[in-house]
């Protein structure tokens, strides 16, 4: 299955992204800032479906004075066989340190603290020489599974239940630095951080992949352009398990009649009073909102299959 014509870019003419950047962001980081001395390894969580995109700078720039991992979680959501051209632009970047991760079934959760343990034995341990516990300082966007990873680890390394509360939208982490133990031997503690945004979205397509994987609220982009992006996404990597799951007849390339089938498919509909010659009657149509939330649901559920957005 095929499009005979794909789209040759997407257009983002006239579109823009919602500057998001709450109060609790700011006062985080300014913790963080205050917390650096006593952190001996900066764990930096992000989503391996946007392994380039939307990454905050200040985690590298400001705290990389530490030792520093990226781990890119979700991996059971993203097109692995793309890990080694994602290597070499990270590599670019400065980014040596690099784990794959999957929360929902502990999947490379084991490498990480003897690759913490290594690379603080090989660091500078400065002002921290004569302290024996290694703390390391959680960091990350919103909603890339920081506190899925912590439970993960706890649960592994202690055998002890959730320590950080776990949620489906993004800026569920408030509470700023709370220590929680990970480890026995060797003694190490995490500081959880809540989920901090770059103040400047490096542009609209960053901003729509962030949004695609749920790290930034919808409405700051719109479902409807997301909707759309996806849909061209999916064709681009030639992913059209779409139209199975919403019975259509192929792929398509028009957003607003794959939302009216989906709508239709879907049962969800709305009631609108239209003026006519006749006076006021009530019409149905489709609930163009909801059908394009469930497509977008859908695919952060990984049902298109896997797909890296960069
Ligand atoms: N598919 C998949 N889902 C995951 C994975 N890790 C976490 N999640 C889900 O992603 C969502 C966010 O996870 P959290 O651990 O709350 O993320 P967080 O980074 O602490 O979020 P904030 O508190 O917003 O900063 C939850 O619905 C998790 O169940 C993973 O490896 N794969």
Redesign the pocket.
């Known amino acids: 299955m095929r499009l005979s014509l794909l789209r040759q870019g997407f257009d983002f003419t006239g579109r823009e992204v919602a500057n998001w950047f709450p109060g609790h962001m700011a006062r985080g980081l300014k913790q963080m800032k205050a917390r650096l001395r006593n952190v001996d390894c900066i764990v930096e969580?992000h989503d391996a479906r946007i392994p380039l995109s939307g990454r905050n700078p200040f985690f590298q720039e400001s705290l990389g004075i530490k030792p520093h991992l990226l781990i890119l979680?979700?991996m059971?959501?993203a097109d692995l066989s793309q890990k080694k051209r994602i290597h070499n632009e990270l590599k670019k970047q400065v980014v040596h340190n690099i784990i794959y991760?999957?929360?929902?079934n502990d999947q490379n959760i084991r490498q990480i603290i003897p690759t913490i343990t290594e690379m603080i034995g090989s660091s500078n341990r400065f002002h921290r020489t004569e302290n024996p516990e290694n703390c390391i300082l959680v960091v990350?966007v919103?909603?890339?599974?920081?506190?899925?990873l912590i439970n993960c680890l706890r649960r592994l390394h202690l055998k002890k239940g959730k320590a950080?509360r776990?949620?489906?939208a993004?800026?569920?982490?408030r509470s700023v630095l709370s220590k929680i133990q990970v480890s026995e031997n060797p003694l190490l503690y995490i500081l959880d951080t809540?989920?901090i945004l770059s103040p400047h979205i490096e542009s609209i397509e960053a901003g729509m992949k962030l949004a695609l994987c749920g790290t930034i609220l919808d409405h700051l982009v719109g479902e409807d352009i997301m909707a759309d992006y996806l849909l061209y996404m999916l064709n681009q990597n030639n992913l059209y398990s779409y139209v199975e799951k919403y019975a259509l007849d192929g792929p398509c390339q028009d957003i607003e009649s794959l939302l009216k089938k989906i709508a239709i498919k879907l049962g969800k509909t709305q009631k609108v009073k239209a003026i006519t010659g006749i006076g006021n009657v009530n019409i149905t149509v489709p609930n163009y909102s909801a059908a394009a939330y469930d497509f977008i649901r859908s695919y952060r559920r990984?049902e298109f299959g896997q797909m890296t957005l960069d």
């Open positions: 969580v979680n979700k059971d959501l991760t999957d929360c929902t990350g919103p909603n890339v599974g920081k506190s899925s950080s776990v949620g489906a993004p800026g569920i982490t809540p989920g990984g």
